[in-house]
Nanobody, 122 residues
Framework: QVQLVESGGGSVQAGGSLRLSCAAS????????MGWFRQAPGKEREGVAA????????YYADSVKGRFTISQDNAKNTLYLQMNSLEPEDTAMYYC???????????????WGQGTQFTVSS
């Protein structure tokens, strides 16, 4: 059974940085797509960043390009999202997602983590 456990949420002031982590387990595939989504109150869930674990291809939403970096540690089965130059608009619940092959960037029908709340104060 696939399990995704996020950590690293919390509060930070605008302009600050934070890193989210997602520990993955239960996958039988060696290559798959992983990503981060976010959902702010009253808004739809949106894909923020994604990566193909087999080749390193990445996806970033326009709103986070140049500020967020997605990365993976295959040895630890962990996905990261480094977030810099944070803005109040980045406040949301952040979800880790993983999709086995064939998969898309960002994942279209993924398994979901439980989410971690993240708030940026001005």
């Amino acid at each position: 059974q696939v399990q995704l456990v996020e950590s690293g949420g919390g509060s930070v002031q605008a302009g600050g940085s934070l890193r989210l982590s997602c520990a993955a387990s239960g996958y039988t595939y060696s290559r798959y797509c992983m990503g981060w989504f976010r959902q702010a109150p009253g808004k739809e869930r949106e894909g923020v960043a994604a990566i193909y674990t087999g080749g390193g291809s990445t996806y970033y939403a326009d709103s986070v390009k140049g500020r967020f970096t997605i990365s993976q540690d295959n040895a630890k089965n962990t996905l990261y999202l480094q977030m810099n130059s944070l803005e109040p608009e980045d406040t949301a619940m952040y979800y880790c997602a993983a999709e086995g092959p064939p998969c898309a960037l960002p994942p279209a029908t993924p398994h979901w983590g439980q989410g971690t709340q993240f708030t940026v104060s001005s």
